[in-house]
């Protein structure tokens, strides 16, 4: 399916996003050039500056580029967003502490006028997604920081969005957690077919989960190399962590990364 | 604290030895505002634990301000208590001038227990809705210090919104709001109660008013910072929901502002209940326990008047109690704040 014929459902070109600091602009982002189509899982990986977080945000329409074109689903990402189109997982849970387990994830739907009834419903069925079952009443302070980040996954797939964005969520856990999440999120993939786009700077982590990988270099922010990760098959157990095709995909993002001088000084 | 303050003036009331217990419900030892503790498993060993750190020092402090306000009972008083004691004819000495100093009718400083005793007959003496109950008074005076905290609730959330969401109003506004509250509220409640009966608004509404000018000042303080306390994420959440401006505002900005409401409530509510009592003064009000201080003043009946001030420190207890307990309700559940919350 990556490289999938039909229109993509994210397309930047030529796009551009420059920060007037004090002293000299910052080019956060600069010629970016990138397709996403239907089923692909596109990690985006770099050094801190790379402008990673920045092109999710783009896509997002949380920020605004400078110039460059760029189209989710065919339209500007101002009315992707109205349309709530894109689900999106932040670096932390950012869940609202007021509220339970449960009213978190249904906090989106209240936003959106969904009715009662459903909206429990919905709740329930993204709570069983993420294998949260039973926590609906807890608060956020309650779970441990993997759960709290699985409640804000569920929160993201309760708009039932074709576009997840992911930005770093995995960042701050431990690498068990890691691992155990990062199955979890390959399967959820698999099962409901979703468009990602992941926000990592664990190499490791990128290769497990992606089709492709956008190899990001800052200073100006822009893309080095695109990797497609066909090699790998597309059911992904964490075995295949030994395997050499992984080995050889996640040597090449390392050159990559090299090349874009990301391990100077 | 605040309500001892501001309520009883220059002389610390302390606890009457009945009344002990609702007093110590509110222990000095407090530390922190916002989030409420119910750590679970205090229990049984921990209590002498508590006697000794709570318990303990209210105690202690307690018995040297009783000693206090005994010597200074015997030192005020005994002018008079040595003129009466003459004027009697019998021969007198230390003893009978100590013992006459904390037993006078109209002393300058009554005695704790004077004021104990005169309070308890207030309230067990006569019917809750007579005027000779305190009770009816500080049921007089709470009515305006509640309808004066609620209006300044509404006027000090409104001013903090639009502080937090029009710009120029916080350099415009501001420095109004400052003022405001540097004009001696002795000064303004008159003038408040004659504006207001001219337009022939008599009765509980001035003293609302006057309690709301006071009022609304710590709320919109606290209010502007919890509205703003509202964390980046969480509004970059609302804008991925295009959230419109009145849900950002009811399901986070509010919601997230509510612990600064609390810590601001309770300041206010104190200060409501002393703008009450002082609207009450001017007035010549028949009822509330500005009145009673008032009608004690005409009449040399210290005794009433110190009966009236404990009552009223012991109403702002109360309604401090009473926004503790919601806080706690309400503000409770969320105690991961900060740490686990993000």
């Known amino acids: ?265 | 604290m605040t309500i001892e303050a501001h309520a009883s003036g220059p002389h610390p009331n302390p606890p009457p030895p009945d009344g002990g217990g609702g007093l110590s419900n509110l222990p000095p030892p407090k530390v922190g505002e916002g989030g409420a503790q119910p750590k679970a498993g205090r229990k049984g060993a921990q209590l002498g634990n508590v006697l000794k750190q709570r318990v303990l020092p209210v105690a202690v402090v307690t018995i040297i301000i009783l000693a206090a306000w005994y010597a200074g009972a015997i030192w005020l008083n005994s002018p008079q208590a040595a003129e009466a004691l003459t004027r009697a004819g019998k021969p007198w000495g230390t003893m009978d001038l100590i013992a006459h100093t904390f037993t006078m009718k109209r002393p300058v400083l009554p005695t704790p227990d004077q004021i104990v005793v005169d309070l308890w007959n207030s309230l067990t003496g006569y019917a809750p809705t007579s005027p000779r109950n305190l009770l009816f008074h500080a049921g007089v005076t709470a009515q305006a210090a509640l309808t004066g905290l609620a209006m300044g609730v509404v006027l000090g959330v409104a001013l903090a919104a639009g502080i937090v969401y029009v710009r120029t109003l916080e350099y415009s506004l501001l420095p109004w709001i400052i003022a405001s509250q540097t004009i001696p509220i002795l000064a303004i409640a008159p003038m408040i109660i004659v504006i207001l009966g001219n337009i022939g608004l008599t009765g509980l509404l001035p003293k609302a008013v006057i309690c709301m000018y006071l009022c609304f000042f710590p709320i919109t303080v606290g209010m502007v910072k919890g509205l703003r306390a509202a964390d980046p994420l969480w509004l970059d959440l609302m804008r991925t929901y295009s959230a419109g401006g009145l849900a950002t505002f009811l399901k986070l900005r509010i919601p997230a502002s509510l612990p600064f409401l609390f810590a601001s409530l309770k300041v206010s509510v104190a200060i409501s209940v002393v703008g009450a009592i002082v609207g009450e003064l001017p007035a010549g009000a028949q009822a509330g326990l500005g009145a009673r201080l008032l009608s004690g003043s005409y009449y040399g009946q210290t005794v009433q008047i110190w009966s009236a001030l404990v009552m009223a420190s012991l109403l702002s207890v109360v309604l401090i109690a009473v926004i503790r307990g919601v806080e706690v309700a309400v503000v409770g559940p969320i105690i991961g704040r900060g740490s686990a919350a993000r």
């Open chain 1, 1 to 265: 399916m990556p490289g999938d014929a039909g229109p993509p459902i994210v397309e930047a070109r030529g796009l551009s996003l420059v920060y007037q600091a004090a002293d000299k602009p910052v080019f956060a982002l600069s010629e970016v050039d990138l397709a996403i189509h239907k089923g692909d899982f596109i990690s985006l990986i770099g050094p801190s500056g790379c402008g990673k977080t920045t092109l999710l945000r783009v896509i997002a329409d949380l920020e605004r580029p400078t110039s460059g074109a760029i189209t989710v689903e065919g339209m500007t990402p101002e009315q992707a967003r109205l349309k709530r189109l894109y689900g999106y997982v932040f670096q932390a849970p950012a869940l609202y502490p007021w509220r339970t387990v449960e009213r978190n994830v249904m906090l989106p739907l209240e936003i959106m006028g969904v009715p009662k009834a459903e909206r429990q419903a919905r709740a329930a069925d993204q709570l069983a997604n993420v294998g949260l079952t039973g926590f609906e009443k807890k608060f956020p302070w309650q779970l441990s920081g993997g759960m709290q980040q699985r409640v804000s996954i569920a929160r993201a797939l309760a708009l039932q969005p074709d576009l997840l964005l992911m930005d770093e969520p995995f960042g701050a856990l431990d690498e068990i957690t890691r691992d155990h999440l990062n199955l979890q999120l390959t399967q959820l993939w698999r099962r409901t077919g979703k468009t990602c786009v992941f926000v990592t700077h664990s190499i490791a982590e990128a290769v497990f989960l992606s089709t492709r990988i956008v190899v990001m270099s800052p200073r100006p922010g822009r893309i080095l190399d695109i990797i497609d990760c066909d090699a790998l098959p597309r059911e992904r157990t964490l075995d295949i962590r030994e395997s050499p095709e992984f080995a050889a995909i996640a040597h090449r993002v390392r050159e990559g990364l090299k090349e874009g001088h990301s391990y100077d000084d």
